[in-house]
C-alpha cells in the first residue's frame, strides 16, 4: 500500500498547485487495485498533499477536517478495473471557475507515475522535483 499512499500524496500535492482559486469541490476515483485498498487511507493521503502547499502542518490525521474546516467537499468513488491499468487514482478538483483532473498509477515496479493531467494522457514519473508548465 506503501507506493498507493506516495501516489495519492503527489496528486494532492499537484492538484492543490494547479490553482490560485479557493478548492470547493474534490472528487476521489479509485479504479481497480486501488478501489480494494484502504480507501480511508488513500484518501487522507491525496487531502493531506493538496493541503500541504497551504497548511504546513498538515498530516494525514488531520488533513479530513482541515479540508471541511475550509469548506472543501470531499467524496470518493471505487468502481472494478477498467482500462490498461490494474489501478489508478483520478482526482477532480472543482473551484469557482473551473474544473481539473489529474490521475496516476503504481507500475509493477512499485513506482509512482501521472498517467493523465488535464485531460491528456501522459507517463510520467514523479519524481523529487518537478516542473509543470502549459503552453
Known amino acids: 500500500m506503501g507506493p498507493w499512499i506516495k501516489l495519492a500524496t503527489h496528486l494532492g500535492a499537484f492538484i492543490g498547485q494547479l490553482t490560485n482559486e479557493p478548492i470547493e469541490e474534490v472528487n476521489i476515483l479509485l479504479d481497480g487495485v486501488a478501489s480494494e485498498m484502504n480507501t480511508n487511507a488513500l484518501d487522507c493521503a491525496v487531502l493531506a498533499g493538496m493541503m500541504k502547499p497551504v497548511v504546513s502542518e498538515v498530516n494525514m490525521v488531520s488533513a479530513p477536517m482541515l479540508a471541511a474546516d475550509r469548506g ?32 496516476g498509477t503504481v507500475f509493477s515496479d512499485g513506482k509512482p507515475r501521472f498517467i493523465q493531467i488535464k485531460g491528456i494522457t501522459i507517463d510520467a514519473e514523479i519524481g523529487q522535483h518537478m516542473v509543470y508548465t502549459t503552453n
Open 72 to 103: 472543501i467537499k470531499t467524496s470518493t468513488t471505487t468502481q472494478a478495473k477498467s482500462g490498461v491499468f490494474h489501478g489508478y487514482i483520478k482526482l477532480t478538483m472543482k473551484t469557482p471557475t473551473r474544473q481539473r483532473a489529474i490521475a
